[in-house]
């Protein structure tokens, strides 16, 4: 029987509950919490799958469009105007009696560190896919992103209304890209320009959208009959879900195995717990599909976040650090330009928080009080009069908060949570005022942006001007549209730089003899250091040092170690050649203290003067940054596309065909193609399209280092 479900209805009645429960973001029921954030390669349709999400909530009235400029999540103008999320962006609303708190992030690689500090306090995440490209090469950098705080996911395979969309090559690209086991919990209904809905393999139910379905808030929800063309392929994809998870659970193995087994006859209830516990413990993950530009597909992704992903319940906090009877919250974001306040985005793991509060910032020590507490909607701040364990607020008033802090009432006991990783500039460029009498309030906005922004530098170079450091050219272009509109400043930029690193193509030893007194105490120290270059198999490797003690050191094991590393980290900071970090080599360092005690000041510097002293006798190189390039070519042209990564001296790491078009894997030097979409825009007409993402520092040819060193007008 066909069953007419209308959405209208419950949209209005989701808007009066979002009203009701704005005073206060305190929910009895913790398990009814879905912390998500929406992460996808540009282009993917990420804030497309978010408006419709809101519209579908409730939560807003109209659709929004990126092409229209009208987005909710994407409120910064330069945002509308490129029609790209460069800032993550925080929403709240109801869903089949769930609270769903969404963060939606940038696609673009220059943006990273808003997808990297917004994972760090999510619970789980929706990936969403292009469906005719599958998993792209940004994709791949937030699925290893979501890796490292082992988030559970449900991927989202989106655009299957485009002509060259291909559901299964999609999820095949998650089993052979990601190195991950998808789940396949739909099957399409239709493809391209007749796609209409999906079936649920897991209730073997049929959902379809008309195409004047009210913007796809009415839909109609049917049993899958034997007569129905998609049955076969229903039963035929919830067999092999089976048969996947019966690899992963004893009992539904046990069904599997029994002569009498049918797999229509599993409960809908028994697979969708199975599959759920596969995903919070991430040896699965669950692929769904549709378009939202269509809007047909987005409210079975919905219902999809609370069956499958985690509540804050499932998601383990240190005990040690954060006890359930006091307040651990942390702040994992600083907006310090657009109000009087910064506001400070904060996920709260155990007790509440309310206006009033002395807090503890339990990094220094330093005490504020919470002025106010809101619950965001993107750009709209509602005030509320508290928020409770397993949201996400934001807090007014802590003048001494920054992202990455760990916060707690004045007088409890909670340990330094632990922060997010926040990625070294690649580039930098000098900056400068239109006029002199702009300098002071340029500095200013700096130091705010850098405030905001791990991933932005800004240091004075030796004749005062000032360097700024950030993650490529379109970073850049939006700091000074920026400065521009919101501080009303007119800058100047530089030509963009590479930000090389330092090594060492061979091994070499030096001792070093340091003997001083320090408040009429004599100390002498002698340092022996072997510096060697490190294996670059690891493109994540970093320095190593070590320390070996002889027997008159070894009873000062504890307290050398940390002289050592503080000496040996001071020297590596920059290098002798032009002053950039010294990277990966491995430091050997052997003491010698002529009578006891000896300070640990001594020490340091001791070592600090032997590794810059054996640096400065070996034979220093460049490092350069290497990015990752993934290039979708139309056949036609791929010729003349490879012969142009090569001449910006690429190496080709492998290349696809599909569809009349090529992809292409490469391996470039950053400062080849600092400027490289424009160009391939303009050398393919626009047909081309282009993504990359840094990869590794590589070691520069000799060539390669002396016209480098010609260019460097810093340091």
Same mark, same amino acid.
């Given at each position: 029987?066909?069953?007419?479900?209308?959405?209208?209805?419950?949209?209005k009645?989701?808007?009066?509950?979002?009203r009701?429960?704005?005073?206060?973001?305190?929910?009895?029921?913790?398990?009814?919490?879905?912390?998500?954030?929406?992460?996808?390669?540009?282009?993917?349709?990420?804030?497309?799958?978010?408006?419709?999400?809101?519209?579908?909530?409730?939560?807003?009235?109209?659709?929004?469009?990126?092409?229209?400029?009208?987005?909710?999540?994407?409120?910064?103008?330069?945002?509308?105007?490129?029609?790209?999320?460069?800032? !993550?962006?925080?929403?709240?609303?109801?869903?089949?009696?769930?609270?769903?708190?969404?963060?939606?992030?940038?696609?673009?690689?220059?943006?990273?560190?808003?997808?990297?500090? #917004?994972?760090?306090?999510?619970?789980?995440?929706?990936?969403?896919?292009?469906?005719?490209?599958?998993?792209?090469?940004?994709?791949?950098?937030?699925?290893?992103?979501?890796?490292?705080?082992?988030?559970?996911r449900?991927?989202?395979?989106?655009?299957?209304?485009?002509?060259?969309?291909?559901?299964?090559?999609?999820?095949?690209?998650?089993?052979?890209?990601?190195?991950?086991?998808?789940?396949?919990?739909?099957?399409?209904?239709?493809?391209?320009?007749?796609?209409?809905?999906?079936?649920?393999?897991?209730?073997?139910?049929?959902?379809?959208?008309?195409?004047?379905?009210?913007?796809?808030?009415?839909?109609?929800?049917?049993?899958?009959?034997?007569?129905?063309?998609?049955?076969?392929?229903?039963?035929?994809?919830?067999?092999?879900?089976?048969?996947?998870?019966?690899?992963?659970?004893?009992?539904?193995?046990?069904?599997?195995?029994a002569? !009498?087994?049918?797999?229509?006859?599993?409960?809908?209830?028994?697979?969708?717990?199975?599959?759920?516990?596969?995903?919070?413990?991430?040896?699965?993950?669950?692929?769904?599909?549709?378009?939202?530009?269509?809007?047909?597909?987005?409210?079975?992704?919905?219902?999809?976040?609370?069956?499958?992903?985690? #509540?804050?319940?499932?998601? *383990?906090?240190?005990?040690?650090?954060?006890?359930?009877?006091?307040?651990?919250?942390?702040?994992?974001k600083?907006?310090?330009?657009?109000?009087?306040?910064?506001?400070?985005?904060?996920r709260?793991?155990?007790?509440?928080?309310?206006?009033?509060?002395?807090?503890?910032?339990?990094?220094?020590? !330093?005490?504020?009080?919470?002025?106010q507490?809101?619950?965001?909607?993107?750009?709209?701040?509602?005030?509320?009069?508290?928020?409770?364990?397993?949201?996400?607020a934001?807090?007014?008033?802590?003048?001494?908060?920054?992202?990455?802090?760990?916060?707690?009432?004045?007088?409890?006991?909670?340990?330094?949570?632990?922060?997010?990783?926040?990625?070294?500039?690649?580039?930098?460029?000098?900056?400068?005022?239109?006029?002199?009498?702009?300098?002071?309030?340029?500095?200013?906005a700096?130091?705010?942006?850098?405030r905001? @922004?791990?991933?932005?530098?800004?240091?004075?170079?030796?004749?005062?001007?000032?360097?700024?450091?950030?993650?490529?050219?379109?970073?850049?272009?939006?700091?000074?549209?920026?400065?521009?509109?919101?501080?009303?400043?007119?800058?100047?930029?530089?030509?963009?730089?590479?930000?090389?690193?330092?090594?060492?193509?061979?091994?070499?030893?030096?001792?070093?003899?340091?003997?001083?007194?320090?408040?009429?105490?004599?100390?002498?120290?002698?340092? #022996?250091?072997?510096?060697?270059?490190?294996?670059?198999?690891?493109?994540?490797?970093?320095?190593?040092i070590?320390?070996?003690?002889?027997?008159?050191?070894?009873?000062?094991?504890?307290?050398?170690?940390?002289?050592?590393?503080?000496g *040996?980290?001071?020297?590596?900071? #920059?290098?002798?050649?032009?002053?950039?970090?010294?990277?990966?080599?491995?430091?050997?360092?052997?003491?010698?203290?002529?009578?006891?005690?000896?300070?640990?000041?001594?020490?340091?510097? *001791?070592?600090?003067?032997?590794?810059?002293?054996?640096?400065?006798?070996s034979?220093?190189?460049?490092?350069?940054p290497?990015? *990752?390039?993934?290039?979708?070519?139309?056949?036609?042209?791929?010729?003349?596309?490879?012969? @142009?990564?090569?001449?910006?001296?690429?190496?080709?790491?492998?290349?696809?065909?599909?569809?009349?078009?090529?992809?292409?894997?490469?391996l470039?030097?950053?400062?080849?193609?600092?400027?490289?979409?424009?160009?391939?825009?303009?050398?393919?007409?626009?047909?081309?399209?282009?993504?990359?993402?840094? !990869?590794?520092?590589?070691?520069?040819?000799?060539?390669?280092?002396?016209?480098?060193?010609?260019?460097?007008?810093?340091?």
């Amino acid at each position: 029987m066909m069953i007419v479900v209308c959405s209208v209805c419950l949209r209005k009645l989701a808007a009066i509950a979002v009203r009701r429960c704005a005073s206060s973001r305190t929910v009895g029921d913790v398990s009814k919490i879905r912390n998500i954030g929406v992460l996808a390669h540009i282009d993917a349709g990420k804030t497309t799958v978010t408006e419709r999400m809101l519209f579908y909530a409730g939560v807003t009235q109209s659709l929004g469009n990126v092409d229209a400029g009208n987005t909710v999540t994407d409120y910064l103008d330069l945002e509308r105007r490129r029609g790209i999320t460069v800032n !993550s962006a925080a929403v709240s609303f109801p869903w089949a009696d769930h609270t769903i708190n969404l963060i939606d992030t940038p696609g673009h690689v220059d943006f990273t560190v808003e997808v990297e500090r #917004s994972l760090r306090v999510l619970d789980s995440a929706v990936v969403v896919l292009d469906g005719s490209r599958g998993v792209q090469a940004q994709t791949t950098t937030v699925w290893r992103q979501a890796n490292n705080y082992s988030l559970p996911r449900v991927i989202f395979v989106n655009k299957l209304d485009k002509p060259n969309s291909d559901f299964a090559r999609a999820v095949q690209s998650v089993a052979t890209k990601l190195n991950a086991v998808p789940l396949v919990c739909n099957v399409p209904v239709g493809s391209g320009q007749h796609f209409s809905g999906v079936c649920d393999v897991v209730s073997m139910k049929k959902y379809l959208w008309g195409d004047d379905s009210e913007l796809g808030a009415e839909y109609t929800e049917c049993d899958i009959s034997q007569e129905d063309e998609y049955f076969e392929p229903a039963r035929k994809a919830r067999e092999s879900l089976i048969l996947e998870l019966a690899d992963l659970n004893e009992s539904l193995a046990d069904l599997v195995l029994a002569p !009498s087994f049918d797999v229509l006859s599993v409960p809908a209830s028994f697979l969708a717990h199975l599959i759920r516990d596969t995903t919070l413990r991430t040896d699965c993950f669950p692929v769904v599909c549709g378009t939202a530009l269509r809007n047909k597909g987005v409210q079975t992704l919905l219902d999809s976040v609370c069956h499958y992903l985690a #509540s804050p319940l499932d998601i *383990a906090v240190n005990q040690t650090l954060c006890r359930p009877d006091q307040t651990c919250a942390f702040v994992f974001k600083v907006e310090a330009g657009r109000t009087r306040w910064p506001l400070l985005y904060t996920r709260i793991y155990s007790g509440s928080i309310k206006q009033g509060d002395v807090l503890k910032v339990v990094n220094s020590g !330093s005490l504020d009080t919470v002025k106010q507490v809101y619950q965001p909607e993107a750009d709209v701040m509602n005030r509320v009069t508290s928020a409770s364990a397993g949201h996400i607020a934001v807090l007014t008033g802590l003048k001494h908060a920054n992202s990455g802090d760990t916060l707690c009432h004045k007088g409890e006991d909670v340990g330094v949570l632990p922060g997010f990783t926040q990625p070294t500039p690649v580039v930098y460029s000098t900056v400068e005022a239109d006029s002199a009498s702009q300098d002071e309030r340029l500095r200013a906005a700096l130091h705010t942006i850098t405030r905001e @922004d791990p991933s932005f530098t800004v240091a004075d170079d030796e004749d005062g001007t000032t360097v700024i450091g950030g993650m490529g050219e379109l970073h850049f272009e939006v700091i000074c549209e920026r400065l521009k509109t919101e501080y009303k400043l007119d800058v100047r930029l530089g030509t963009l730089q590479v930000h090389y690193k330092e090594s060492i193509s061979g091994e070499i030893q030096h001792m070093e003899t340091l003997s001083t007194s320090v408040h009429g105490q004599h100390h002498s120290v002698t340092v #022996s250091v072997h510096v060697k270059p490190l294996e670059r198999v690891d493109s994540d490797a970093e320095n190593r040092i070590n320390l070996l003690l002889d027997e008159c050191s070894a009873a000062l094991e504890e307290t050398l170690v940390d002289a050592v590393n503080l000496g *040996a980290k001071d020297a590596l900071q #920059s290098g002798p050649l032009k002053g950039f970090p010294v990277s990966h080599v491995q430091v050997d360092v052997t003491t010698h203290i002529d009578g006891l005690p000896c300070s640990p000041a001594v020490v340091t510097a *001791a070592v600090t003067q032997a590794v810059r002293a054996a640096l400065l006798e070996s034979h220093v190189c460049l490092m350069e940054p290497m990015m *990752a390039l993934e290039l979708s070519v139309p056949d036609d042209i791929v010729w003349q596309v490879l012969d @142009d990564i090569k001449y910006h001296d690429g190496q080709v790491l492998n290349s696809e065909s599909a569809d009349q078009y090529t992809t292409i894997n490469a391996l470039c030097p950053l400062s080849k193609v600092l400027t490289y979409s424009t160009q391939l825009r303009s050398m393919t007409h626009g047909r081309a399209l282009l993504s990359m993402e840094f !990869s590794r520092y590589g070691i520069m040819t000799p060539d390669q280092q002396a016209q480098a060193l010609q260019k460097l007008y810093i340091r």
